[in-house]
């Protein structure tokens, strides 16, 4: 059979990506890439109408026996079937007859067949309740759920699928159902548009390609490239974390570092072409990119701005010396560097604040494309100050013509040890016995690097 | 007991008389060289008085000539230091009036009255005697009397106040530099601090005095008098300043507080002191040379700055600041880790929506702020950030941060490894490692929800990046570990 074949193919495309990517480890399957297919059949009246010198049923019945061989062979697959419509007449108007004739398991491919074999269309429509029994019957655990509907006509119970279906898959349930109408008019396709993606066929021919399609798009994994772009727009900025987010569902999808391949190019990433993403690089400052939407059986290539250079810190000490960094023209701290490390950031002119005693302001600092800024700040030295008595005041500096108190001492303790870059200090200070302001006394000091000075206030 | 810092400085007064279209310029330029103690008793000052007797100072301004009003105000001035303080010495040097004008003589300048005390009446005699004629060689008199006229001063004889008063009515004729002339008082080891008094003086001649002088405003007689109280009080040092240092009613009980006050002109300081208040609760008084304007700059966080303050010369001066006050404590919730505790996260202090950081403090740890809010950002991992934080008057604050916990993580192999928190659904990295070794990591985080990404070195493949969701619990090490 010609579309057996085709299923086979696409089931050893399928391992073919698994194996080559994932050989090392080998216990390696994210449960997220798991997929459960439910078919959502319609078994009303309707459905014996004749279609291509055949039925909408026969034709139905045939296509998902394949179907069912097809998904029985993966391994990261399983199919389920519900039927609604199939067990009452129609003239007895049974708004509940919905069942779940194939629960998920590993080998009902038999059961499916038989079930299929054995259909006899009836009854009525009733598509929300079906769809809200749906939610049962994927079994509990992070999975993908997929609902495929097969229907000839739309509700006929006064339910409102479309409320259902919205709500099941903000619940994370399901991904957006698909749905397949069989000759459905025009005037009442909006109906079944707002469950979800929704095609309609109007012969046996189309109707296959189109399953074959969405099936296509569920069980494999559109390969995704990203580019990280320097300043020459080469893809060459790498080993970079990057989210990527579940638009609808709010939630991480993947996290990869980006690598580059032995080839040299961006590694290919496979993911779920169903959903839409929104993806973080997190790049100082981070980069996004949201919405984005793939097509699936299609390399996809997202290129996205990441010029990067360094920034490496160095001083003589070995303290835990911190350094806020902010982007030009920006308010916030974008990011509290270490000393003595380099990290990368986007090209561009940065603040530094290095939280010395004094604080070292540079300001427009350039990042610029694969190379390191260094700055190097000299070792720091000691003033050490022992106090007789309760002193009030501080340590100053003289900056831009002003003086500056950069450290007040504490009140109640007597010996302080202070780290301070070189250069020339003035205390400032007096003792709380003595009452008169002109008893404050004046101290200069001089500090250089890895030396101590000692005073006595 | 030392009053000042200052060492040594000097300023000059510069009497300058110009009469055009009626208006009377006045310059002084006044040096006091003082070692050390400038208010402290004085045993002993020498004032010298640098009088221009060029041939302009026959000019009419009024009834008189300015020579005549020259005279009378060195005079007065004399006089009235001589009342004051019984141990001034005073002495003259005058310029251009041994040579005529057409003799172009540069170096006219005579030191014509040595030092003495009482002298007052001896020295309006002999000025009697002289008859303005010659050139304007001011930077050439500034010279020779700062390196002649004056006995060595010596920086630990630092009793003697030292001045010299300058009046002219001019330009410098000499192309002479009154600026290298101030420069060889600073070399050697005196300070300048000029006025220049008028209105309206040509730009060029103020100019000129830029290096070395403040300008006045004298179109009147009370300019006059203003100058002379100055002077005299400057030299007396009975020019007293009251700082109060309001709290948020509006008394002035803040105190204990450093206060610098700067030249506005030079930006040199002049005073630095830590504000008190006397046994009677009331802020100390100082006494303050009353010539020339201050910035007042009072040290809290962030700093109060009162610029160009003006003193009533011989009065006690009253300035007051509202700087009301209220304590910040930054500390812990909980018990950290030890190791969360031997890498104590510091606050950065911003006042609300401004970019400066005003202080950085240290955990557990109290300091005053100015009442208002502020902006903190405390460095822990992830950042705490605190949004118009308010400090009340008189009040304790608690700016209180969960004690951290550990993260103890064993990357198991070589590779890249990054940290994330959630914010509104999405990763922002909070810290990076870049390049990590086989070993154990252990960093200090807020208790909270976090994810490790990490990706063995040399996979060229992004599948092998893993994912760790962890918690941190206040005080809680938490172990996590990549190995297979």
Request: glycine content about 6%.
């Amino acid at each position: 059979m010609k579309l057996l074949h085709r299923y086979i193919f696409l089931v050893l495309f399928f391992s073919c990506l698994y194996s080559s990517g994932i050989q090392a480890q080998t216990s390696f399957i994210n449960p997220k890439e798991f997929t459960r297919v439910l078919f959502l059949l319609d078994g009303s009246q309707s459905m014996q109408n004749s279609w291509d010198r055949s039925s909408r049923i026969a034709e139905a019945k045939r296509i998902l026996s394949s179907i069912a061989d097809s998904i029985s062979l993966l391994q990261n697959a399983e199919m389920g079937l519900r039927i609604y419509g199939h067990q009452s007449d129609q003239s007895l108007v049974n708004c509940h007859d919905t069942r779940l004739e194939a629960p998920f398991t590993k080998n009902n491919t038999k059961i499916i067949k038989k079930k299929l074999e054995t259909l006899t269309p009836m009854g009525i429509t009733p598509i929300a309740l079906s769809l809200q029994k749906c939610a049962n019957d994927f079994p509990k655990g992070e999975c993908r759920n997929v609902i495929i509907l097969i229907t000839d006509g739309t509700e006929s119970c006064g339910g409102d699928p479309c409320a259902i279906a919205k709500d099941l898959q903000s619940k994370g349930i399901i991904l957006k159902p698909f749905i397949i109408g069989l000759g459905i008019e025009n005037s009442i396709s909006s109906d079944l548009e707002c469950i979800g993606k929704y095609k309609n066929v109007t012969d046996s021919k189309s109707f296959e390609a189109e399953l074959k399609s969405i099936l296509n798009t569920v069980l494999t994994r559109t390969t995704v490239e990203i580019d990280l772009l320097d300043t020459a727009l080469k893809p060459t900025e790498t080993s970079i974390n990057m989210t990527f987010y579940d638009v609808q569902m709010m939630n991480v999808r993947y996290d990869y570092y980006h690598t580059i391949n032995v080839r040299g190019n961006p590694d290919t990433l496979l993911l779920d072409p169903i959903v839409k993403y929104n993806l973080d690089v997190h790049t100082i400052p981070s980069i996004e990119k949201n919405d984005i939407s793939l097509v699936s059986n299609f390399h996809n290539t997202i290129a996205m701005n990441a010029a990067q250079g360094a920034l490496r810190l160095t001083s003589p000490n070995k303290s835990g010396l911190k350094c806020l960094i902010k982007k030009i023209n920006f308010e916030n701290t974008l990011w509290v560097q270490n000393f003595n490390t380099s990290e990368k950031y986007l090209c561009g002119n940065y603040d530094l604040n290095i939280l010395t005693l004094p604080r070292i302001e540079m300001k427009n600092i350039e990042i610029s494309q694969s190379k390191t800024t260094t700055i190097q700040i000299p070792a720091a030295g000691n003033l050490s100050v022992e106090k007789n008595g309760e002193i009030y005041g501080g340590i100053f500096y003289l900056k831009d013509n002003s003086w500056i108190k950069l450290y007040e001492f504490k009140f109640k303790i007597y010996l302080e040890n202070i780290a301070l870059q070189p250069g020339n200090y003035r205390i400032i200070y007096r003792n709380k016995i003595n009452k008169k302001m002109k008893e404050t006394k004046i101290k200069d000091v001089v500090i250089k690097s890895n030396q101590m000075v000692a005073i006595t206030l | 007991m030392k009053v000042c810092y200052v060492t040594e400085w000097c300023h000059i007064i510069f009497v300058f008389l110009n009469h055009i279209k009626k208006i009377i310029y006045i310059l002084f330029f006044l040096s006091f060289c003082v070692a050390k103690n400038v208010f402290a008793q004085q045993h002993g000052s020498r004032i010298l008085f640098l009088l221009d007797a060029s041939g302009s100072m026959n000019q009419k301004m009024g009834s008189k000539t300015r020579f005549e009003m020259a005279r009378e105000l060195l005079y007065n001035l004399a006089d009235s230091l001589e009342k004051k303080k019984s141990n001034v010495e005073i002495g003259v040097r005058v310029f251009g009036h041994q040579y005529q004008n057409s003799a172009h003589n540069c170096e006219d300048s005579k030191f014509e009255i040595p030092f003495a005390k009482g002298n007052s009446v001896k020295l309006l005699k002999r000025l009697k005697q002289l008859q303005p004629k010659g050139y304007t060689p001011i930077a050439y008199s500034i010279f020779k009397a700062a390196e002649q006229d004056f006995p060595l001063v010596q920086s630990n004889t630092n009793e003697m106040l030292n001045a010299i008063v300058l009046i002219t009515d001019g330009e410098e004729s000499c192309d002479g530099n009154p600026c290298a002339a101030a420069l060889l008082l600073e070399k050697k080891r005196i300070s300048l601090k000029p006025f220049i008094i008028g209105l309206g003086l040509q730009d060029s001649f103020i100019k000129k005095f830029n290096c070395v002088g403040t300008y006045f405003d004298a179109k009147t007689e009370d300019g006059f008098k203003w100058i002379l109280k100055s002077v005299v009080s400057q030299i007396m040092g009975n020019t007293t300043l009251q700082i109060n240092l309001l709290d948020k009613k509006g008394d002035p009980t803040e105190t204990n507080v450093e206060l610098t006050i700067n030249d506005s002109y030079s930006h040199q300081l002049k005073y630095a002191y830590v504000h008190s208040l006397n046994d009677k609760g009331i802020s100390d008084t100082i006494k303050i040379d009353p010539i020339g304007k201050y910035d007042l700059v009072i040290h809290t966080l962030p700093a109060v700055i009162k610029k160009n303050i003006s003193l009533n010369p011989g009065k006690h001066n009253i300035i007051a600041a509202d700087i009301p006050q209220g304590n910040l404590q930054f500390g812990w919730i909980g018990n950290p880790t030890p190791m969360a505790l031997s890498q104590p996260p510091v606050a950065i202090i911003r006042q609300a929506n401004l970019p400066e950081i005003i202080n950085v403090q240290d955990i557990n740890s109290t300091n005053r702020y100015l009442v208002g809010e502020y902006d903190i950002e405390v460095l822990t991992i992830p950042e705490t950030e605190f949004r118009g934080f308010e400090i009340k008057p008189n009040e304790l604050k608690n700016l209180m941060i969960q004690a951290a916990g550990t993260a103890s993580i064993l990357f198991g192999e070589e590779g890249s490894a990054s940290l994330y928190t959630t914010q509104l659904s999405r990763w922002k990295k909070i810290y990076d490692w870049g390049n990590v070794s086989s070993s154990t990591y252990e960093i200090n985080i807020q208790p909270g929800e976090y994810d490790v990404v990490f990706i063995p070195k040399e996979k060229r493949q992004s599948e092998y990046t893993q994912t760790r969701h962890f918690k941190i619990l206040t005080g809680g090490v938490t172990r996590i570990s990549f190995k297979q």
